[in-house]
């Protein structure tokens, strides 16, 4: 039986590194990142593009899940709500032979901050990333 791990939390957390490990640890593995699947400039959100990215990942993971040369697919991507996960597992094909393993990495305002910060340092992220990932935590929680 395949596995599928779904790694989900806060932008900056570690969900690539952790799902790069996971994939040298487990046998047979496959890592998708899901921001693979929608990287842009501009970068835009409306409906049509997030339709768009979740058709993206339900057919990489669904392409992985059917190749014999993969056991473990290991899925990283900002699952913020129960829902995004609901429909990934729901457009995956064969999920009657897949097991799902969810996990969500999680770590306190300022831990993140420092991370974020130290990505802004080193020009991977852009300098309102921190603003925007507290607005974001501060709309979540209403």
Not at 64 to 93: G, H, K, P
Not at 106 to 127: F, H, M, Y
Request: proline share 2%; hydrophobic share 45%; charged share 25%.
């Amino acid at each position: 039986m395949k596995t599928l791990w779904l790694i989900g939390g806060p932008m900056g957390i570690g969900k690539t590194t952790v799902g790069q490990a996971l994939k040298k640890k487990l046998d047979r593995a496959v890592f998708l990142d899901g921001d693979w699947c929608w990287d842009a400039d501009p970068f835009v959100v409306n409906e049509e593009t997030k339709t768009m990215v979740m058709q993206n990942i339900a057919f990489l993971l669904a392409q992985f899940l059917r190749c014999t040369a993969y056991e473990n697919i290991v899925f990283s991507w900002v699952m913020d709500e129960q829902e995004i996960i609901d429909s990934i597992v729901d457009a995956v094909s064969y999920k009657e032979a897949v097991r799902i393993a969810a996990f969500s990495l999680v770590g306190s305002e300022k831990c993140l901050t420092k991370r974020l910060e130290k990505d802004i340092a080193n020009g991977i992220r852009q300098p309102d990333i921190v603003a925007r990932l507290c607005a974001l935590k501060r709309q979540m929680e209403k």
